[in-house]
């Protein structure tokens, strides 16, 4: 047994040292793990990409990009809003352990910061030997200690989405210095942040997130692209969104450009998402016809795009399996071949890796979400999906004062009704109970778990895993 052991642990740091020396070397070496490049959109529907709904396609990069990715029909969010969805993204665990549970970052400074024992997807992949950089919206806690580059990134060009960003005139964050920006468009900055970015590192081993703030509100693009959606008939909103959306999709593709440019298309891997469905307060607009939106755990809320390219790896095509942002980390981890390092908290998620490599895998872990503004109430707005069916809890207000909702749990069969339009749950009361169940010992687990004591336990002195 300690032979065994002594042993592992040989392997694995010959394993790590390899794997520094390279990402020291500034070599090129065809085995070694891919640049990661996660790539989010914020509030941009599955019907926002392409051209579904008869007007001119609003994102031609994206599109091609898609056409050579795996590409995800039921990819889930973690939650119906921003905040959690991102400590959900960024941990591999469900966003009620990290402590991220609501908007408004002054209103509620505690419940929208990711707690100080939580590990972040940057600080494993450096970790590894990547050099990591997030270039956009953080949002996931503001003060000492909860700024992205104590949270795992070297390197942040940003906003922390506490305050009011203008995309023609916003406060920037670089390093940690933060002064106020009115000479361009957001959009374009961050793309050419990007695009730098990469330039920057073309050598090392590397991550980007690159978290766009498009087609967040307010609603402002450049008045020659609002006017081309106008003109094919969709009103002033929607013009815009539409606008917004296609200076992200073309500054997107310079950094697609860039990376053939670079010779570096082939040994990086792009992930494309988006944090959670359209914003009902900038109108209604086509998505597929799913129900519900952002703030809802109705499909329109959290079905979000996600795609992943990674050429001569992954073969482009559709998948049906069901995954989650808590499955992206592990998957991330798999396929960067970074599983010598530990994870100071269990995952969530799965690694769908095997999804990506064979379109027959098979892969449908049950799935929660819940969101409320404030203190979680989980009466409210929660879901579980096991298969083809999902239970709901329905939503019943974004407003602060929640009150314990008595509305019954509704039952959809998402194969055959993939708009949640037929509540079935009369027809199948012990599948109700059962879900419900499941539902329940969820929330009373992730609960007990957000307000845990602080674990003492710091990050960085974690042992490496021994394999
Ligand atoms: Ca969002």
């Known amino acids: 047994m300690m032979r065994g052991l002594t042993c592992r642990f040989f392997l694995s740091l010959v394993v790590l040292q390899t794997g520094f020396t390279a990402a020291m070397a500034d070599e090129r070496d065809p085995s070694r793990p891919p640049n990661v ?11 926002d990409l392409g051209g579904g709904d008869g007007s001119p396609s609003r994102t031609m990069h994206l599109d091609r990009l898609a056409e050579q990715s795996v590409r995800f029909n039921q990819a889930y969010s973690a939650s119906c809003v921003c905040a959690p969805a991102r400590a959900a993204l960024l941990t591999g665990r469900y966003p009620h352990r990290t402590g991220v549970v609501t908007l408004n970052m002054n209103t509620y400074p505690v419940m929208t910061r990711l707690r100080r024992d939580e590990e972040t997807m940057p600080e494993l992949l450096r970790r590894a030997g990547y050099v990591t950089g997030l270039i956009g919206k953080w949002h996931v806690g503001l003060g000492d200690g909860f700024h992205p580059l104590d949270r795992g990134f070297d390197e942040y060009e940003g906003f922390s989405g506490s305050s009011d960003v203008g995309y023609y005139e916003y406060a920037f964050d670089v390093q940690g210095k933060v002064r106020r920006v009115a000479d361009r468009y957001l959009t374009d900055d961050l793309n050419d942040r990007a695009i730098e970015f990469v330039r920057r590192h073309r050598d090392q081993r590397f991550f980007l997130h690159l978290a766009h703030y ?32 296609e200076v992200m999709d073309h500054g ?17 891997v792009i ?57 992206l980390l592990p998957t991330l981890l798999d396929f960067t071949r970074t599983d010598t390092v530990t994870t100071a908290n269990p995952l969530d998620g799965k690694s769908f ?19 409320n503004r404030g203190r979680p109430n989980y009466t ?29 749990a509704e039952l959809y069969d998402l194969d055959s009704d993939p708009t949640e339009s037929t509540n079935i749950a009369a ?7 059962q879900l419900g169940g499941k539902l329940q010992r969820w929330a009373d687990d992730v609960e007990k778990e957000r307000v845990r004591p602080e674990s003492e336990k710091r990050r960085d002195d974690l042992p490496l895993k021994i394999r």
């Open 271 to 327: 992930v494309f998402a988006s944090d959670n469905g359209p914003d009902p307060l900038t109108g209604v607009r086509f998505n597929h016809h799913l129900r519900g939106t952002k703030y809802q755990v109705d499909e329109g809320g959290i079905r979000v795009p996600l795609f992943v390219r990674w050429p001569g790896v992954f073969a482009a095509g559709e998948r049906n399996q069901q995954v989650h942002f808590v499955d």
């Open 252 to 268: 997107i593709g310079r950094l697609l450009e860039e990376l053939d440019e670079l010779d570096l298309a082939k040994e990086t």
């Open 380 to 408: 409210h707005n929660a879901a579980v999906r096991e298969g083809k069916f999902k239970l709901v809890r329905p939503f019943v207000t974004r407003g602060s004062k929640i009150q314990d909702s008595t509305l019954p």
């Open 37 to 47: 490049i996660l790539i989010l959109a914020d509030d941009l529907a599955v019907g």
């Open 427 to 433: 027809e199948h009361p012990d599948l109700v109970q």
């Open 353 to 371: 890796a095997r999804v990506l490599r064979d379109p027959s895998a098979d892969f449908s872990p049950t799935r929660f979400w819940q969101w």
């Open 214 to 245: 498009a087609p967040h509100r307010p609603l402002q693009a450049p008045a020659e692209i609002i006017q081309k959606y106008s003109d094919h008939g969709f009103d002033e909103s929607t013009s815009t969104i539409y606008a917004m959306i």
